[in-house]
């Protein structure tokens, strides 16, 4: 069960004099997609360059990372969790130590511990702060260099609300076409995301775009309690 | 055979086009529930998702919610009171008018309402604006005037203004929608808006933070946004008149739109005068009086109008 108690939206209640949000689970699980989205995501592509190192081609990246996901997934609260990225990276590091090392799943010749020790755990500085937003910066770049068509898919609904039927009528093509540009948009994001410079394939970009200069991401961290 | 990612981009996109009916949600839970690394897989398709929401939108409104006048405690008392009475009349009346719109504003009047949402909307003289709520879309309706519209994000409820055949579309966004006479002018002050012309076959057009777009209802093919001023194109959210190169002409155009005492320009020297400045738009005398001194020419004005010669 969580016992957090976030404020979203406007269904707050006031008991003892205090507003207080009722929150669904509904609610929950979306709030920790959007942290994990604004604080977690945007550090990926940097903690699989370390794990690569560190794993030595002797474990599956993936499989640490998509670990690591679900670990943030479960966590009973993210709101004490100031550094992001020092998070995600010591999140990585327990399940290489821990379960992948134990289990002698790979022989784990790790990256130096003083590599591992030297690790940022501490509250992000104003520069790491800035640096965060920079990355988010960057992953919101990646959206714009996607293929126009599987980038209008996907913001069509994401960003406008419209169905999959309004869109394919709006861009005058079959829903299956929505469908599946959505699809791949999304894949290839995931591609991006990770670090994978898969480029030159036949998704490459209309090198007419510019990312918007105008993108200018907050760090979405305006998670408060109402008092 | 598709790899973990595949599977969870799939699921993600279909969890994401609409609810997923009882097989389908058993048939996800039955694979997350098989291996971490799907639940992992998983979240992080959801969270890639999530960037298109991570662009910037307005930041939560902490404007706390007001009492219209008709809505205030005691008011609501008097109301159910006479509410039977006022029932009959307002069936008597709407069979035989048109609605009144949900709210208004007189020649002059300004007027800010939080809707049920907790989105803000600014009216400017002479507007009227319906709103239709339900559970999946936010529907509006600008009958006749201009408003400015911070919406609360939620990207569930699509947050729609229609003005005639011209719809603009957000989730969480600010933007003004105006009705002039050849279609529809938007300006966008944060986030970004789609906005389309019904039966155009055109595709909707994404207007951005800082720009303007013209919806035209009279010609087939629309000119792309232009980057405007926003300060000076929602200066009347201030009470003012932002002025930019526009002509005495237009200018005048512009203050008679708050006052019942119009400025009328008879002499071609101040019609084709170019100003630029901030007037309050309570000021209409007193930016006749500096164009007829720019432009040596004669104001004159009696209870009805003010006129330029």
Known sequence: MCRTVVALGRRTVQVQGRWVALVSAQDLREERIRWITSQILPHEAEVRAWLRRSLRGQGDVDDVVQEAYCRLSELPDHRHILNGRAYFFATVRSIVVHTVRRARLVPFEAADQAEIDGMPDEAPSPEQAVGARLQLRRALDLIAALPPAYRHALEMRRLHGFSQKETASYLGVTEKVVENNALRGLRLLMKRMAGDDDRHDDSKPDSARTPDPKIDPRDETAIHALH | ?309
């Open chain 2, 1 to 309: 055979m598709p790899s973990i990612d595949d599977i969870a981009s799939a699921w993600a996109m279909r969890g994401d086009a609409g609810v997923l009916d009882a097989a389908e949600q058993a048939e996800l839970d039955a694979w997350l529930d098989a291996d971490r690394r799907h639940r992992g897989a998983f979240v992080r398709a959801q969270a890639v998702l999530n960037l298109f929401d991570a662009a910037p939108r307005p930041e939560a409104e902490r404007v706390s919610p007001r009492w219209h006048r008709w809505m205030r405690p005691r008011a609501v008392a008097v109301a159910a009171m006479g509410g039977l009475a006022a029932m009959a009349a307002s069936l008597a009346l709407f069979l035989l008018v048109p609605a009144a719109p949900d709210y208004a504003t007189e020649i002059g009047e300004q007027r800010q309402v939080t809707l049920a949402d907790g989105s803000l909307a600014a009216l400017n003289t002479a507007s009227q604006l319906d709103v239709a709520y339900s559970h999946t879309r936010r529907d509006l309706t600008l009958r006749q005037g201009e408003a400015w519209f911070r919406v609360a994000h939620n990207r569930a409820r699509p947050f729609e203004v229609t003005v005639g055949r011209v719809h603009v579309r957000a989730t969480g966004t600010a933007f003004s929608v105006r009705r002039v006479a050849q279609g529809v002018r938007v300006v966008v002050s944060e986030g970004r808006v789609l906005a389309w012309v019904d039966g155009s076959g055109q595709r909707p057009m994404a207007i951005a933070r800082g720009d303007e777009a013209l919806l035209r209802t009279d010609i087939a093919v629309q000119a792309p946004p232009v980057t405007v001023d926003v300060d000076q194109a929602l200066a009347w959210r201030r009470g003012e008149i932002g002025l930019d190169g526009e002509t005495g002409l237009q200018a005048a155009a512009e203050f008679n739109r708050y006052s019942l005492r119009p400025i009328r320009i008879r002499n071609p020297r101040a019609a084709q005068y170019r100003l630029v400045g901030y007037f309050q738009t309570s000021q209409a005398q007193e930016f006749a009086q500096a164009l007829a001194r720019l432009t040596r020419s004669k104001v004159s004005s009696n209870g009805n109008e003010i006129v330029i010669e």
